[in-house]
């Protein structure tokens, strides 16, 4: 089959590509969060059905935009939990029978059990929010996980997967963009996809991250470097060609080479599943989105910036959280405390 050309051709400055920035790139501006206030009036817990509850908790979800795959879970576990022990309203809910519920799960992992109890408190948080709950019993309720720390992916690998890419293809040339914002800028690989144009501000090279596409709803702005821009910009102008040609009508930076969006109904994009398969194809260990968005992570950390940025730039809710992704071992603990000395 021969080769198609024209529309999937990219001419690029291939010099613009490389990991580290060649100037003295800024720390992360963070976006500040407007305060949310609850004043909702207490209700008597007593008179509410569970299944009724789940209904108001799963329309309030919706609107803040949290993720159709992810609401179905939440109600596919809290589902369970209530018939699994037998409860029909709020009331019944008990830090007794949430241990009764975990108790029954002889044959799943801790890390599961801790996922499944995460997943009732995230859905008992929001009743007590709604002022059904007076206090909320159910934080006390922990289960012990050895946690396995997972590494960032190594730069040296990310540079040999640069240089082996084909940026003289749609293909290539996008997901070659795609790496270097996950490296650069540290977001996710769903926020990837729903990435748009008005989300760029070339004026002033700064990465604008409104709150409905990202996890934790928070806004957030991001600077990129020159080079960055560059390639973003003619990455905009391929992607012009490629939707006239398939006559797609959207606004996202990076698509398909049918001009739709990388995002899908799978928990893993067009992006994400590139990574997967250049890892297996050129034998690179820990290459995926979230890997990169560790080393991220630790690169900021290197350049300085204190965990209290670096947790605002990944967008946590929880500095805990972000001390996991850096992945600090003995040696560097100790070297960084003397210099406290």
């Known amino acids: 089959m021969t080769k198609r050309t024209g529309i999937f051709d990219v001419n690029v400055n291939n010099s613009l590509i490389q990991l580290s920035n060649t100037n003295n790139q800024p720390l992360p501006e963070i976006q500040p969060r407007p305060f949310t206030h609850y004043s909702q009036p207490q209700q008597n817990v007593q008179n509410i059905p569970v299944k009724s509850a789940l209904k108001v908790i799963t329309q309030q979800m919706l609107l803040n ?106 293909v290539g040339f996008r997901d070659t963009v795609a790496i270097l914002v996950l490296y650069r800028c540290g977001i996710r690989s ?57 006559k797609q009508n959207n606004n996202y930076v990076f698509i398909t080479s049918t001009g739709r969006t990388i995002n899908g109904k799978s928990p893993s994009n067009s992006i994400a599943k590139q990574l997967y398969k250049y890892a297996k194809k050129y034998e690179l260990k820990n290459i995926s989105s979230h890997a990169i968005r560790r080393s991220y992570a630790k690169s900021l950390l290197n350049k300085g910036a ?23 071992d003995v040696e560097e603990v100790s070297d960084t405390l003397r210099s406290f000395l």
């Open 65 to 170: 935009g949290m993720r159709e795959r992810t609401i179905t879970d939440y109600n596919y576990q809290f589902n369970k939990f209530v018939t699994d022990v037998k409860i029909t309203y709020l009331h019944e809910i008990t830090k007794e029978k949430i241990y009764e519920w975990l108790s029954m799960m002889n044959s799943v992992s801790q890390v599961t059990k801790l996922n499944r109890l995460k997943t009732i408190k995230a859905i008992l948080g929001k009743c007590f929010e709604n002022g059904w709950y007076h206090f909320n019993f159910w934080k006390t309720i922990q289960i012990k996980v050895d946690k396995k720390i997972k590494k960032g992916a190594n730069e040296n690998d990310l540079s040999v997967l640069l240089s082996l890419l084909d940026t003289s293809t749609f």
């Open 306 to 328: 204190s965990v209290a940025v670096i947790s605002k730039a990944l967008g946590h809710s929880d500095l805990a959280v972000t001390t996991q992704y850096l992945d600090l």
């Open 190 to 246: 769903n926020t990837l996809g729903l990435l748009e144009e008005k989300h760029l501000d070339f004026t002033t090279n700064t990465l604008f991250l409104s709150g409905d596409i990202m996890k934790s709803h928070k806004s957030l702005k991001l600077p990129i470097d020159e080079q960055l821009s560059e390639l973003l910009k003619q990455l905009l102008k391929q992607n012009e060609i490629i939707k006239k040609h398939y």
